[in-house]
């Protein structure tokens, strides 16, 4: 079991930064897959970005160039910095890791992105 703590959302004008970060309660070394995922309002909740173990990231097309993914796995802690904001990414961002064969998910931080 694991649990996970998103914490650095907030209210950013568009053009800004903010790097959002989930602590987790137990070694992340060992896991194999951490990621985030966001919901919008009215909307299905979405990929944004995963790594690895290994180091291997993943970015979904809309935040490619804009985010980056990293793990501490010192700090037991995922980090996604996001770069040059649009109102699109207005959304909750959720922290989630993969202990096959369970999917485990933080509470989620609210990002806001004014115009």
């Known amino acids: 079991q694991v649990q996970l703590v998103e914490s650095g959302g907030g209210l950013v004008q568009a053009g800004g930064s903010l790097r959002l970060s989930c602590a987790a309660s137990?070694?992340?070394?060992?896991?194999?897959?951490m990621g985030w995922y966001r919901q919008a309002p009215g909307k299905q909740r979405e990929l944004v970005a995963t790594?690895?173990?290994?180091?291997?990231?993943n970015y979904a097309d809309s935040v490619k160039g804009r985010a980056t993914i990293v793990r501490d796995n010192a700090k037991n802690t995922v980090y996604l910095q996001m770069n040059s904001l649009k109102p699109e990414d207005t959304a909750v961002y959720y922290c989630?890791?993969?202990?096959?064969?369970?999917?485990?998910w933080g509470q989620g931080t609210q990002v806001t992105v004014s115009s």
């Open positions: 989630t890791v993969v202990i096959t064969p369970r999917v485990y």
């Open positions: 790594i690895t173990s290994g180091g291997s990231t």
């Open positions: 137990r070694s992340i070394s060992s896991i194999d897959v």
